[in-house]
């Protein structure tokens, strides 16, 4: 008897992803945030625990800290910890479209960060599951 087996795409998060600029979930190239994605995280001083708030955030696709990605929405003054969620629509099957600007990247040396969750890039590594 000739048995069939499927297998589901699991993921996990790389252990090195916010071991600084230039790892894995810290490449200074975020997608185009939008106010309605951001959550700004208080008492974070550094972009390496910015980074580790995202990872334990299971929605978080990307961070940021620094001043302000948000053109104008936020004080501009102090350094902030921006972790964005993905949209979660039914609709919308891509962890990594955002709301505003989905899959646009952005550069900008006013703030450090990176993608944690998207399957293009990030820190997520696939490993199969067999069912």
């Not at 939008?34 to 625990?49: F, G, K, M, P, T």
């Not at 620094?66 to 936020?74: D, E, L, R, T, Y």
Request: proline letters at 7%; one cysteine or more; charged letters at 25%.
């Amino acid at each position: 008897m000739h048995q069939k087996h499927g297998y589901e795409q699991v993921y996990e998060l790389r252990k090195d992803c916010c071991k600084g600029p230039g790892g894995p979930g810290w490449q200074n190239d975020t997608r185009g945030p939008a106010l309605q994605d951001a959550h700004i995280l208080a008492n974070i001083h550094s972009s390496e625990e910015c980074c580790e708030e995202c990872i334990k955030d299971p929605n978080c696709i990307q961070w940021d800290y620094g001043k302000s990605p948000i053109g104008g929405a936020v004080d501009f003054s102090k350094l902030q910890c921006f972790i964005y969620h993905n949209k979660r629509h039914v609709d919308s099957p891509d962890i990594c479209e955002t709301y505003a600007q989905p899959q646009q990247p952005v550069t900008d040396r006013a703030y450090e960060g990176g993608v944690i969750r998207c399957l293009d890039r990030g820190c997520l590594v696939p490993k199969k599951v067999r069912y």
